[in-house]
């Protein structure tokens, strides 16, 4: 017998599919959301009711925002003949707050799994290869350092050698402040193939 109502067990169990969020968090955070509905529940209601309505996936790189054009595509004062090629929203939002890249960017929309089904035909590479076409100079290549993000990486690769754009990749390896006890192999891997000279 449950000791909630379904609403609340329909609540908990959406939450529950939310990244980072377990049965037991969501447990949690249903009942602070319960015990402030004024303050928290409600305004977080009409929050998600208002996104939901006016959030567009961008037709030119894939982001999420307002319009479409998205407002990084419609920025004048970005480097239209830099492009950095993401597999999700996620990875472009997290490079924007590091405020390391000014040009422009491309969401594929995952990485290729076989595993998952996720093919060429699946994510957004024919519009890429278009993107290129227009007079990019440098495509990067930021994807994951996972096995399904280092085969998208060489998929895009070869995909692009012939258009004879430039073809870059994040370096992988020692993060900044990083102690090589607390690597793991494949990270210790990847920075021992990415050494340069002094």
Aim: hydrophobic fraction near 45%.
């Amino acid at each position: 017998m449950s000791t909630i109502g379904p609403e609340i067990e329909r609540l908990v169990q959406l939450l529950a599919r939310l990244p980072g969020l377990g049965p037991r968090s969501a447990r949690r955070a249903t009942l602070e959301l319960l015990k402030k509905r004024e303050a928290l529940m409600e305004p977080l209601a009409a929050a998600l009711r208002d996104a939901a309505a006016a959030i567009k996936t961008c037709g030119i790189c894939g982001n999420l925002d307002t319009s479409s054009p998205c407002a990084l595509c419609r920025d004048p004062r970005r480097d239209a003949h830099l492009l950095c090629v993401v597999e999700d929203v996620a990875d472009l939002w997290a490079l924007e707050r590091a405020g390391v890249f000014r040009g422009r960017y491309h969401v594929l929309g995952g990485a290729l799994s076989a595993l998952d089904g996720v093919t060429p035909e699946r994510l957004n590479v024919a519009s890429l290869a278009s993107r290129v076409a227009e007079g990019v100079d440098e495509v990067i290549l930021a994807m994951n350092a996972t096995v399904e993000g280092q085969t998208t990486a060489h998929y895009l690769m070869d995909a692009l050698a012939p258009t004879g754009v430039k073809l870059t990749r994040l370096a992988h390896g020692v993060p900044v402040g990083g102690e090589l006890d607390y690597l793991d192999e494949g990270t210790l891997s990847a920075a021992f193939k990415a050494r340069r000279s002094l």
